[in-house]
């Protein structure tokens, strides 16, 4: 087992104004998912996009939005827990004045980080 | 997709001093892996016990130790991410003053929540 600090996972620049750490993943023999936590600046979003599988969020802190592929923005507080289904158009963007945080986990082929 | 307050999930008596909730999992259509939330009053812990499955953790607030199965203690604060490995003996502990609350993921099979 190990115990990892989420902010000695080195950050990756993702996006304009967005970074993600890969906490617990592949690397660590995680077998079947990987754990990811995401930094955006305020104004910042993820890119709006699908894929074949599934997103599970917890909101840690700021203030953001889910968009999804109509456009329709659900707001976003810390302790929100966000289900995207395989094939959901999403985007996350940052609708606050702090730093928007979220752990988001993947199955382990939607994440790609070496 | 969906949005919900991890406070708005039925909380569950999971043993002395501990509540779990399912914030996301096989009723929301998960596919493949399960979030539940974990509170903990001071002092109490999980049980000591291992499976053959993964655990992937972050803690979100308070204080607590990691056992592992010879005993050994690692100690927990907010923001640190733990991956237990299957088949490895684990348990969890309150050793703070204030809730310990975690989030813990498992694949669907590891969580019999009906």
Known sequence: MLVRSAGDAKGIAYAQGVQKRVVIGPRDGAPNFVMRIFDLEPGANTARHAHDFEHEVLVLSGR??????????????????????????????????????FVCLVPSRGEDTP
């Open 64 to 101: 953001g939005v889910l968009i999804d592929g109509e456009g329709g923005e659900t707001p976003l507080q810390p302790m929100d827990a966000i289900f995207i289904a395989p094939d959901e158009t999403h985007s996350l963007r940052n609708a606050g004045s702090e730093t928007l945080q």
